[in-house]
């Protein structure tokens, strides 16, 4: 018995010298993919395991060094880094605007009555498919306000054959944005068909029109506008502003591979709480304490969002929450969410001298007004004259971007 037990331990020694072999040459030679003994596999295998996840995060000096490269390979390299992030930021464009199309089909499908009947007296487009544009440019206009919108039609908004041939060859939509009365068929309504009747650049919708539901008017037209188009933005301006539409639509087609963008001249006010005043908002205590200014948000006289954030709207129109100023509820919308804000300062530019200055230098404006009026002051017998002295070419709409 002794003999036995002597040889057994004998070969148990022996096997325990092979295997710390075995196993130091593995981790001194890399000899893991060597076939080993049926009866030590499972004993190497657990080191293997370990040893393979080190090698993972611990790269090797000498293939480092191996990697030494001249200038030329260092460009490929980073001309093929630049290529593939460009792909990345296509393909992420691509999929928001699939999200947009998504979003947008199941706004009409879920809420006909909100979204999918927005658009049109009786719906009746909703039966077609949308039509593609480039940019929608929706005029918020009011029952009373048809001396600016003959102002406006006299200027920067192209009328009759000329308006249809900007839809078709530059996808540029411009409409006046406007509601109903509370009946719905009173004398405002009468005379708004009849100069829809007159001229066919109205946009109405399911919205009974009023000063202080500016922000549900916001929101009920971009959800009624990514309905009707299939438009790359939907631009919300106000109908005492001048536009160049040519220099608008130039600036939007450079973030036309951006997803989630947000674009206009970026402020953070005060946040008014004394009655009276006419921003107050009654919600000012969460903002913080007296004093507090607002987040980030576009001016409310002119700004621009992509389509995948008319969709977002369009979806959630019921939860999003009004604050006392339109433009503040937008950017209350857009804050939480992965958005682009670019502060453009073109869209905000002052009435002559300050919008015709930059005209002669060649930095033509997108857009101008006063602020101290939150637009053009008495904007119906400024508009030609600032027209004249702050337009771009009448060529550059034509020529400045392309759309195709």
Known sequence: ?????????????????????????????????????????????????????????????????????????????????????????????????????????????????????????????????????????????????????????????????????????????????????????????????????????????????GYHELSAKTKIYFATASAKWDADFFVKVDDDVHVNLGVLSSILAKYRSVPRVYIGCMKSGPVLSQKGLKYREPEHWKFGERGNKYFRHATGQLYAISKDLAAYISLNLPILHKYA????????????????????????CGTPPDCEKKAKLGDLCAASFDWTCSGICESVNRMKDIHSRCREDEQLIWTGFSWA
């Open 1 to 209: 018995m002794k003999a036995k037990a002597g040889g057994t331990s004998s070969t148990l020694l022996l096997t325990l010298c092979i295997t710390s072999f075995c196993i130091g040459m593995i981790f001194t030679n890399r000899m893991w993919n060597t076939p080993e003994p049926r009866e030590h596999l499972e004993t190497i295998k657990s080191k293997e395991e370990e040893f393979e996840e080190e090698k993972l995060f611990q790269p090797n000096i000498k293939d480092c060094e191996n990697l030494k490269l001249t200038d030329g390979d260092s460009k490929d390299v980073l001309a093929e880094i630049s290529k593939a992030h460009n792909s990345i930021q296509a393909l992420d464009k691509t999929f928001s605007g699939l999200e947009a199309e998504l979003v947008v089909a199941r706004s009409s499908e879920n809420d006909m009555k909100q979204v999918s009947s927005l658009g049109g007296t009786h719906g009746d487009h909703n039966l077609k498919p949308r039509q593609k544009a480039f940019v929608v440019v929706g005029i918020n206009t009011a029952f009373s306000s048809r001396r600016r919108r003959d102002s406006i039609r006299e200027t920067w908004m192209p009328q009759g054959e000329e308006r249809k041939r900007l839809e078709q060859e530059k996808g540029i939509i411009t409409r006046f944005v406007i509601g109903h009365s509370s009946t719905g068929d009173g004398i405002q309504d009468h005379a708004i068909n009849a100069e829809d009747g007159e001229h066919g650049d109205f946009l109405k919708l399911d919205h009974i029109e």
């Open 325 to 348: 100023n339109e433009d503040v509820s937008l950017g209350s919308w857009l804050i939480g969410l992965d958005v682009h804000h670019i502060d453009e300062r073109r869209m905000c």
